[in-house]
T-cell receptor, first 110, second 114 residues
């Protein structure tokens, strides 16, 4: 059974701090990795995707991938209260379906 | 920016009744998906659809479920005889011509079975 694991949180950080969200996956053959943000009662919203080892930056967000360790992370710099949401890590399995982690709840305190 | 649209936003149905959830994927996308999320649980894959046929389906997607692309724009999920445990948010997603590309989600349909 291919799995994606995340700490459920909640992760609480003060406004302006860096939030670090982590994810591990079991399928060593996975090639595509995604971070989605989900506000309560809403749909997943794509934040970042990464295919290659290393870092990928987009504004305040940085995704990091280490395939050898089967580890993906998301850093949010200068965290804002509006960043408070659940962050879902997802991995594409062979047929193209997304396998999601349970999500990490982030709370940014003003 | 193009988006995936889903209707209705909320559907309330009696157990045993049939429901059809509708989706309009992004217009140039070729891969279509249905996911569901039971309250408080993970987002779970149901089915993927490409070139007018099912590419892959999960164990959840049993004989009560079916999908269809009745025309060039709509993509539907039908549940033939709903059960209480079908109550969930159902999300439609689509991606472009390359299978491993990001999937974009619609706002979802909240299905409540009474």
């Amino acid at each position: 059974q291919k799995e994606v694991e995340q700490n459920s949180g909640p992760l609480s950080v003060p406004e302006g701090a860096i939030a670090s969200l982590n994810c591990t996956y079991s399928d060593r053959g996975s090639q595509s990795f995604f971070w989605y943000r989900q506000y309560s009662g809403k749909s997943p919203e794509l934040i970042m995707f990464i295919y290659s080892n290393g870092d990928k930056e987009d504004g305040r967000f940085t995704a990091q991938l280490n395939k050898a360790s089967q580890y993906v992370s998301l850093l949010i710099r200068d965290s804002q209260p509006s960043d408070s949401a659940t962050y879902l890590c997802a991995v594409i399995s062979g047929g193209g379906k997304l396998i999601f982690g349970q999500g990490t709840e982030l709370s940014v305190k003003p | 920016e193009p988006e995936v649209t889903q209707t209705p936003s909320h559907q309330v149905t009696q157990m045993g009744q049939e429901v059809i959830l509708r989706c309009v994927p992004i217009s140039n996308h070729l891969y279509f998906y249905w996911y569901r999320q039971i309250l408080g649980q993970k987002v779970e894959f149901l089915v993927s659809f490409y070139n007018n046929e099912i590419s892959e389906k999960s164990e959840i997607f049993d004989d009560q479920f079916s999908v269809e692309r009745p025309d060039g724009s709509n993509f539907t999920l039908k549940i033939r005889s709903t059960k209480l445990e079908d109550s969930a948010m159902y999300f439609c997603a689509s991606s472009d011509s390359r299978r491993n590309q990001p999937q974009h989600f619609g706002d979802g349909t909240r299905l409540s079975i009474l």
